[in-house]
């Protein structure tokens, strides 16, 4: 049972242009989610996280909005710079068995390629 | 600030040999540890997590083990490879609630 999902695997944009990436849950217990961003070879880095007590978070060239009712969130990236090609996951903690720890669900990613 | 090491950063290793992936992190003190998991076309998966020395639980059933004989010292293990365990591995630390702080990972293929 996948409970994060992001069902594109990759994402071509234009430079300066928006990118849009989605991620659904299933589970209506996540109150946290977050987004990664990798590069090749390297670990995922932290870009920017929504409670589920709001639908709107914005740091920078970066936006994440939440909408509970539908289950879905997305990544917005304006404008998109030829820099922000990697694969961004989508993740949500996982609490079940006790919250002590940030054991944290991911999706399968998307693969964003800004072209210049 | 925290860090991460984990050594080596590439490995291949033969089907049926035995594997000692090491993670050591520093700048924290009794920090709980993750080791994750992302095989081709998959997302990250969750493998193992540790809260202290010598406390160690498995998220997945697998042919991987775990230990943690140090409190800064996380380590994953196999007696014996499958072609399935091949994969990126990923070590990580709590960095505030909920976010996880990833070293720079140790691609394993097994041939």
């Known amino acids: 049972d996948q409970q994060v999902k992001q069902n594109s695997p990759s994402l071509s944009v234009q430079e300066g242009r928006i990118s849009i990436l989605n991620c659904d849950y299933t589970?209506?217990?996540?109150?946290?989610f977050l987004w990664y961003k990798k590069y090749p070879a390297e670990g995922p880095t932290f870009l920017i996280s929504?409670?589920?007590?709001?639908d709107k978070n914005e740091d920078g060239r970066f936006t994440v909005f939440l909408n509970k009712s539908a289950k879905h969130l997305s990544l917005h990236i304006v404008p998109s710079q030829p820099g922000d090609s990697a694969v961004y996951f989508c993740a949500a903690p996982h609490k079940a068995g006790g919250g002590a720890t940030n054991k944290l669900i991911f999706g399968t990613g998307t693969l964003l390629a800004v072209q210049p | 600030s925290q860090t991460i090491h984990q050594w080596p950063a590439t490995l291949v290793q033969p089907v049926g040999s035995p594997l000692s992936l090491e993670c050591t992190v520093e700048?924290?003190?009794?920090?709980?540890l993750y080791w994750y998991r992302q095989a081709a076309g998959r997302g990250l998966q969750l493998l193992f997590y540790s809260v202290g020395i010598g406390q160690i639980s498995s998220e997945v059933p697998q042919n991987l083990s775990a230990s943690r004989p140090q409190d800064r010292q996380f380590i994953l293990s196999s007696k014996k490879l499958l072609l399935s365990d091949s994969g990126f591995y990923l070590c990580?630390?709590?960095?505030?609630?909920?976010?996880?702080?990833f070293g720079q990972g140790t691609r394993l293929t097994v041939v």
């Open positions: 589970n209506s217990m996540f109150d946290y």
């Open positions: 929504i409670s589920s007590i709001k």
């Open positions: 700048g924290t003190s009794n920090p709980n």
């Open positions: 990580a630390l709590d960095r505030g609630w909920p976010e996880a702080f």
